[in-house]
C-alpha cells in the first residue's frame, strides 16, 4: 500500500495479517523523493493527440508547420532541394529510364524548373542574336534587339506556367485524383532542359539544319513528356485520356515551330527590323535637276 504527500512517496510495510500495530515506523517507515511534480510538469506539456515519432499539430505554438500563403515559409518549401538532387532530375530529364514522377520521390521542386527556363531564355537571345548578325552580315552597324529577350522570356516562361495549370485543371474536370500541380509544372519545367542544346546550335545560317535540331528537340522533350503523363492522363476515361495527350502534343509541337520561326529564321516576326534612312529632300531635288 502506498500513499502519496506533497512533495513525498510514503511507504509502509504491512503484515501479511493486515495488522498495523506491530509496525515499526522507525524501520518500516521509509520517505523517498517524490516525482510527482515532475511528472504533472511534463504531462502538462504534452498536446492532446500527440503520440511519439508524431509530428505536432499545426496549431503547436511558435514550432507550427502551418504555412501561411503571404508568408516566405510557404513558397520555401517549393524550393527545398538540394544541387545533387537538382543535377539528377536533370540527368533523369536527358537520359530517361524510370518514371520521372518516382525520380521526384513525392518532392516536386520548382528550383531546377525556374532555372531552366530561365537559361533557356538568355540561350535563345543569344541564339537569335548571332542569327540576325549572321543574316545582316555586310550592314554598317548590327543593333542588339532585346526584343528577342522578351519574346523568348514571354515564350518560355508563359508557356511553362499555363500550360500545367491548363493541364491540372482539365484533370480535375474531368475526374483524375492522381493530379498534381506541381509534379505538371516540374514535368514541364525539366522538359524544358532539352532546349538548352537545341539552342547553342541552331543559330548556323543553313534553315534545313536547324529545322532537323528543332526536331529532335521536339521529339525528345515531347516523349518526356507523354511517357510522364500518361499515367496520369489514363486516370480519365479512354476518350479524355486520348484528347488531352494529342492536345499536349499539339501544344509542344506549336512550342517548337515558335522557337525556330521567332529566334532561328532570318527575319523574325521577333525581331526588330532596321529602318532604311529615307532620302534626303536636298539630294532628291538635285538628282531631279540632273535628270
Known amino acids: 500500500m502506498s500513499g502519496r504527500g506533497a512533495g513525498y512517496d510514503v511507504v509502509v510495510d ?12 522507525q524501520e518500516d517507515l521509509e520517505f523517498h523523493s517524490s516525482n510527482f511534480n515532475t511528472d504533472t510538469a511534463t504531462n502538462s506539456r504534452k498536446l492532446p493527440g500527440s503520440s511519439p515519432g ?7 505554438g511558435s514550432g507550427s508547420s502551418k504555412r501561411y500563403l503571404w508568408t516566405l515559409s510557404f513558397y520555401a518549401q517549393f524550393f527545398d532541394v538540394d544541387t545533387t538532387s ?16 518516382d525520380v521526384l520521390e513525392g518532392n516536386p521542386d520548382l ?8 537559361t533557356v531564355v538568355f540561350i535563345l537571345f543569344l541564339g537569335g542574336t ?3 548578325y549572321l543574316a545582316e552580315t555586310g ?8 526584343r528577342l529577350l522578351s519574346g523568348a522570356a514571354g515564350l518560355i516562361y508563359g508557356y ?14 474531368f475526374g483524375s485524383e492522381s493530379a498534381n500541380l506541381l509534379e505538371c509544372w516540374a514535368l514541364y519545367g525539366y522538359s524544358n532542359l532539352i532546349w538548352i542544346p537545341v539552342a547553342l546550335i541552331s543559330w548556323s545560317p543553313i534553315t534545313t539544319l536547324n529545322w532537323v535540331f528543332v526536331g529532335v528537340g521536339f521529339g525528345l522533350s515531347v516523349a518526356f513528356l507523354l511517357r510522364n503523363l500518361y499515367p496520369v492522363l489514363s486516370a480519365t476515361d479512354k476518350q479524355t485520356s486520348k484528347a488531352l495527350l494529342i492536345l499536349v502534343v499539339c501544344l509542344h ?3 517548337a515551330i515558335a522557337i525556330k520561326i521567332l529566334f532561328f529564321a532570318h527575319g523574325s516576326p521577333v525581331a526588330k527590323t532596321p529602318k532604311e534612312p529615307a532620302p534626303d529632300a536636298g539630294e532628291g531635288a538635285t538628282k531631279l535637276f540632273m535628270f
Request: proline letters at 7%; one cysteine or more.
Open 14 to 25: 504491512v503484515d501479511e495479517e493486515g495488522d498495523l500495530g506491530h509496525t515499526d515506523l
Open 54 to 60: 508524431l509530428p505536432a499539430p499545426a496549431t503547436a
Open 86 to 101: 537538382v543535377l539528377s532530375r536533370c540527368w533523369a530529364a536527358l537520359y530517361p529510364r524510370a518514371n520521372f514522377l
Open 111 to 118: 528550383y531546377g524548373p525556374i532555372w531552366i527556363a530561365t
Open 130 to 132: 548571332i542569327s540576325k
Open 139 to 146: 550592314s554598317e552597324h548590327f543593333v542588339y534587339d532585346f
Open 160 to 173: 511553362t506556367l499555363v500550360i500545367p495549370i491548363a493541364l491540372f485543371l482539365a484533370l480535375k474536370y
Open 253 to 255: 509541337a506549336g512550342l
